[in-house]
């Protein structure tokens, strides 16, 4: 029998340090490896439109890697999920236009959840001034959801954050968001404590300074020093001037892009002041404006309504389109709404939506530019119905010039007759309504359309074909009796889970 060969004691210590060097390496290996590889997974997640694992995964690598960037980028995306004026979606006559980035909502369950997670992120920052951006958002994200006790809260936190690392600037910013939620709120010596603050700060640059000067002007005509605000709406228009005038300056030898007067905020902030004092200034009229939006199997709550006057309609889909008008409003809990005292004009609509409330919503009759006289009642409902459901075909379909198209849709009530419009995309199958060319292709009181390939290509004149593969597809509007439009198949905004066939016709 053998003996076994004793270990030397003298080798524990050895294979100790060796065993717990190999453990230190892999616990080194793992914290430097796991964020990018689950930031990595998180990617994949959004691609797929898998939101709930997306947000699980981020939920995990905020609480377990909460120094890192990755889980600060995660922090971020789900900041953005949570606010509800990340993005909204501008629909006036003849017009939709999509402000912000169009991203996924953050499931309700989470949301208790959300801020704990991001302050633990922020306070794990080692670079501050990553914590203080960290609590800014979140106040940003509670003044969206209109819990102004929390953005105050955690602005006030990044205010004095910023300016202990003397980031004055940063400060400054933060004061400004603070003055609105507190005018808004109707606060106005709060929102005078939040500009002293400010004023305080060495902020450079005369546009910059411009933006406390208008508000200035905001808190004086909120308070009726009507005098007082037309003189600063004033001062603040000269700051920008003046601030526009030296960076040009300082850029004369540059290739930089040209500063307009145009984009700054307070300038627009500033000239909006001035048409609410000239609204004052100038008879209103005993006219009022009632009207409802209903939807289809939904309550359209808290639609913003903004009567503009024609001549300024422009200005309500470029750059300002955050700027609060005189004559706004928010539906109620049944939808309707209701405008008085209005000046006499021509005005326009422009409704605001959060994009969720959209998804799945065809376009909508709106009334086109009206006139408004004195002593006049005006009755304007806006009906929403739900995008036409196309049945067949499903998906992309390939076929020859010699093929046929067929299409099929599902009813819709009170549509008296369906206009079909071709529409040829020259970008990639995979971004639907983008880059598309359209031509009317027929008129039916069915809700079944057939043609021949080459008879619905031959509607497109002014495109040669002729060796091309074309991917085409088509629009369906419901129209009823009167001619107004009550949906399309299109929809307002691309609905992931919904059917948009497309024909791949290979031409031969």
């Known amino acids: 029998m053998k003996e076994k060969n004793p270990v030397d004691k003298k080798q524990y210590p050895t294979l100790l340090i060796a065993v717990l060097s190999a453990l230190l390496v892999s616990i080194i290996v793992f914290v430097f490896a796991a964020p990018p590889i689950m930031h990595a997974t998180i990617e994949r997640s959004v691609i797929r439109n898998e939101i709930e694992t997306a947000v699980i995964q981020s939920f995990r690598l905020m609480r377990y890697f909460p120094w890192t960037s990755e889980a600060r980028s995660a922090a971020y995306r789900l900041l953005s999920m949570r606010e509800q004026s990340s993005s909204t979606v501008l629909v006036g006559h003849d017009f939709v236009f999509k402000s912000g980035d169009q991203l996924p909502i953050l499931p309700e369950k989470y949301h208790n959840k959300l801020p704990m997670a991001v302050e633990k992120v922020a306070g794990a920052q080692q670079n501050k001034l990553w914590r203080y951006n960290l609590q800014e958002r979140l106040g940003e994200v509670f003044a969206s959801l209109r819990d102004t006790a929390q953005a105050k809260r955690y602005l006030l936190m990044a205010c004095l954050g910023f300016e202990k690392e003397h980031a004055e600037f940063r400060a400054y910013q933060t004061y400004m968001k603070l003055f609105d939620i507190s005018l808004f709120s109707g606060l106005f010596d709060e929102a005078e404590s939040y500009l002293t603050k400010a004023s305080v700060l060495d902020v450079d640059g005369s546009i910059a ?13 909120e308070r009726g ?21 030296e960076i040009e300056q300082e850029n004369a030898d540059s290739n930089r892009p040209e500063i307009t007067i145009e984009a700054q905020s307070s300038y627009q902030k500033a000239k909006h002041g001035f048409q609410r004092i000239e609204a004052m200034s100038t008879d209103s009229t005993d006219s009022h404006i009632y009207g409802s939006i209903t939807m289809q199997n939904r309550q359209p ?17 470029g750059s300002t389109e955050h700027i609060q008008y005189h004559f706004q409003t928010v539906t109620d809990e049944t939808g309707a709404f209701h405008f008085s005292q209005i000046p006499l004009d021509d005005y326009t609509y422009v409704f605001s939506f959060k994009p969720e409330q959209l998804v799945g919503y065809g376009a909508f009759y709106i009334p086109p530019p009206f006139s408004v006289t004195d002593q ?25 010039e010699s093929g046929e198209l067929s299409i099929e849709w599902d009813v819709v009530p009170e549509a008296a007759w369906y206009d079909l419009t071709l529409v040829w995309f020259f970008g990639p199958p995979e971004a639907p309504f983008r880059n598309a060319y359209s031509v009317h292709l027929a008129r039916t009181e069915s809700n079944y359309y057939s043609t021949d390939v080459a008879q619905a290509l031959s509607q497109i004149q002014d495109r040669s074909l002729s060796g091309l593969n074309g991917y085409f597809s088509c629009n369906i509007k419901a129209f009823d009796a009167k001619g107004m439009l009550l949906t399309d198949s299109e929809g307002l905004l691309f609905d992931n889970d919904a059917n948009y066939p497309m024909w791949h016709i290979v031409f031969r």
Request: without cysteine.
């Open 301 to 317: 709550v808290d639609v913003t309504v903004t009567l503009i006057p024609v001549k300024e309609a422009r200005m309500a889909i």
């Open 376 to 400: 006049q009642i005006l009755h304007h409902d806006i009906s929403i119905y739900e995008r036409i459901a196309i049945r067949n075909p499903l998906g992309n379909t390939e076929m020859t």
């Open 225 to 245: 020093e009507t005098a007082r605000a037309a003189d600063l709406f004033q001062k603040t228009i000269d700051m920008v001037s003046y601030g526009i005038a």
């Open 209 to 221: 300074r411009s933006e406390l000067v208008v508000r200035q002007g905001l808190l004086a005509f």
